[in-house]
């Protein structure tokens, strides 16, 4: 609700509204000219630029919006974050065992990406996590040193056990971990084959279930790991064998961005059960792996919120150390080494899409006749006086009645009683009669029952340059909330109550949910736009899963990438740029042949010029046409 206040608007007022200092993490935030930063800390001093004079930066070197920023100082933070974050609870704690963090390529698979982790993660012996052949073939060419670990998890055939095999021999920490028991048998044959002895892990379903959205990965029926009995019968076979030495790893996974920190202890509680039989067994235990599942923080509400997370990273580190002590220690149980994957918590901070806003509908009523004619219909003129009785008092009342005439004059009008120019007079006293109970009912004690519907419903809609499929997919896949906020003007006041539209011609491609303190709200405030001026909104956190889910839908392609690094006077340089898609590429993912579809249209034409209808002269314009468009962004151009 915007609130009437008496002091001007101040650029703190929209942090505020945006909640900006609530999830930005200290990396995003709000200056005094209204512009939304960015702060990255550079040999321990913290530089920070607005993201609009970024944008315009991009702009002038040729790339327009919407693109997507990464800021690999962000990455770099996140990563020592996590790994200081460790350290210091391992210290702290006394922790016999060591910290060992693998990310997991299918967070984010692009190649600058992997390459900025493999680098700044290389002073920690941060690893990768592969769960499929090609990710295990990007992991092999990233990874150089024995420090770090490549954890093997998904279903593994011959190809994917020779390859882990002869990285095993070449002196890679490259663990397979079991996920089905057909794979362990494969696994013994190919290392007696290649006289190979393979790291061996094992993931197991845990009883532990977890809330929050992704819970379908814990429990008896989650789709991966052995049961309990499963990993007996693969004790015995690895013993028989001659190669439960080989076993050095339990591994599991809740499932991602576990929101409440009870789920993650109970889950370490009963792992560290497991772990200890696994040593009395007599497997040769040293690592301890968690999976994913740090939780991030979307709407900055630090609650068990399934968009939120109700505990810190040192909370989280603090947490499963003291877990894996108190449970060990009596029973005399070496400290394992800890293995977290952590995907979504160490990337997700380090992208922003930036979009600009094309057009905007809004819900205001028309212009209205001081008085309405005489002999206009008698439900007109009953809206007419519905609008004029308005009060506090029967706002209720009024705003049933008014529903009703409206229902009524568009049931007459389909039976050709009232005519084109009566409807639109009916439809306009009825949107200001709603707009008027809005405004009433803002201010009111008690506000009006259909109230959040009806604000819903009156709000503006912004049309954005972007695509949902593409570029947000989880919003429209398993209602994933972003932070999203526009990235200027935050000094002045937003007046407009607004859901986004994007420039897919889908009723789904629309964005109605908001971050909000422990819930969700369905409508963003926004500035009214300036003609002839953009306007900018940044989705905040999108770095992890977004960009390979997206899809073509509408065959919009990918859009323009940019890293940006930070230097330590404050300067920045774009690092990598990637073209978006152009037409022509989108066309050929989906089997077009870009020079065909010339081909056939170059035949119509000349059959144009042949028929008459244009001029040769004509026809060498339309062709250049036709052939530019081709090489054009997919998105909305400007001029
Ligand atoms: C997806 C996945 C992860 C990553 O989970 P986050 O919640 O993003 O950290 C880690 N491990 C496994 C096995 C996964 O499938």
């Known amino acids: 609700m915007n609130k009437i206040i008496n002091r001007s608007w101040t650029a703190n007022d929209s942090a505020e509204l945006y909640g900006v200092n609530d999830w930005g993490a200290g990396y995003f935030g709000v200056d005094q000219q209204g512009l939304l930063s960015v702060t990255t800390t550079n040999a321990d001093t913290p530089v920070n630029a607005p993201l609009l004079n970024i944008v315009n930066d991009i702009k002038e070197r040729g790339l327009d919006a919407p693109v997507l920023i990464r800021f690999e100082d962000l990455l770099d933070q996140q990563i020592s974050r996590l790994n200081n974050a460790f350290r210091n609870a391992i210290e702290s704690a006394g922790y016999q065992g060591d910290y060992r963090g693998v990310f997991p390529i299918k967070v984010n698979q692009q190649c600058h990406v992997i390459e900025e982790i493999a680098q700044a993660g290389a002073r920690y012996g941060h690893g990768l996590e592969a769960g499929s052949k090609a990710e295990l073939i990007i992991a092999l060419a990233h990874i150089e040193s024995p420090d770090a670990h490549i954890i093997c998890n998904g279903y593994k055939d011959q190809e994917f056990i020779d390859l882990g095999l002869n990285a095993r021999k070449m002196g890679y920490s490259c663990f397979f971990v079991i996920e089905t028991p057909s794979e362990l048998p494969i696994i013994l044959e190919r290392s007696r084959a290649l006289n190979i002895k393979p790291l061996i892990g094992v993931r197991v379903k845990l009883a532990s279930v977890v809330g929050g959205h992704w819970n379908a990965t814990s429990g008896d029926r989650s789709i991966f790991g ?5 990993l007996v019968e693969m004790i015995d076979s690895l013993r028989d064998e001659g190669m439960l030495d080989c076993l050095q790893l339990l591994h599991y996974h809740l499932g991602s961005q576990i929101p409440n920190i009870r789920d993650i202890r109970s889950g370490v509680v009963e792992a560290c059960q497991v772990y200890m039989d696994l040593v009395r067994e007599g497997a040769n235990m040293r690592y301890l792996d968690l999976g994913g599942g740090l939780a991030v ?23 499963i150390i003291d877990v894996v002590i108190t449970t060990l220690d009596p029973n005399k149980i070496a400290h394992p080494t800890i293995i977290t994957e952590s995907g979504r918590a ?14 905007v509908a809004t819900f205001t009523p028309g212009s ?37 005439y409206r229902d009524e004059v568009r049931e007459l009008f389909k039976r050709g009683h009232v005519g084109l120019r009566s409807r639109s007079l009916a439809e306009n006293l009825f949107l200001l009669i709603m707009q008027e109970v809005l405004k009433i009912s803002e201010k009111a004690p008690r506000p009006l029952q259909e109230f959040d519907k009806l604000k819903e419903q009156l709000s503006d809609i912004y049309y954005g340059n972007f695509s949902l499929f593409q570029s947000l997919p989880d919003v429209w896949a398993i209602d994933q909330i972003f932070p999203i906020a526009p990235i200027h003007r935050l000094q002045e006041q937003p007046t407009r109550e607004a859901i986004i539209a994007d420039i897919t011609c889908d009723c789904d491609g629309r964005i109605d949910r908001f971050t909000n303190m422990r819930n969700t709200k369905t409508t963003l405030p926004l ?7 953009e306007y900018f909104i940044g989705v905040f956190l999108v770095g992890a899963y977004q960009e390979t889910l997206g899809d073509l839908h509408n065959l919009f392609g990918d859009t323009n990438v940019v890293s940006v690094r930070f230097h330590n006077d404050g300067t920045y340089e774009f690092a990598d740029e990637i073209e978006g898609d152009s037409i022509a590429d989108v066309l050929s993912y989906v089997e077009y042949q870009p020079q065909l579809l010339r081909e056939r249209f170059r035949k119509i034409a000349e059959r144009s010029v042949r028929e008459g209808r244009i001029s040769a002269l004509e026809r060498q314009s339309i062709m250049k046409a036709f052939s530019e468009s081709m090489q054009g962004y997919t998105y909305y151009e400007k001029d």
Not at 302 to 318: P, Q, V
Not at 346 to 359: E, G, K, P, R
Not at 370 to 388: G, V
Request: with cysteine; hydrophobic share 30%; charged share 25%.
């Open 368 to 404: 209205i006749p001081k008085t309405i004619p005489d002999d206009e219909h008698q439900l007109i003129q009953s809206l007419k006086e519905t609008f004029d009785g308005l009060t506090e008092k029967n706002m209720q009342e009024c705003y049933n009645d008014a529903l009703f």
């Open 527 to 533: 500035h009214p736009i300036i003609e002839g001026e």
């Open 297 to 319: 923080d979307y709407d900055g509400s630090k609650t068990n919120y399934i968009h939120s997370k109700n505990y810190t990273l040192d909370e989280y580190c603090a947490d």
């Open 226 to 230: 052995l049961s309990i009995a499963q």
């Open 346 to 359: 160490t990337i997700a901070y380090s992208s922003v899409l930036i979009f600009n806003i094309l057009d």
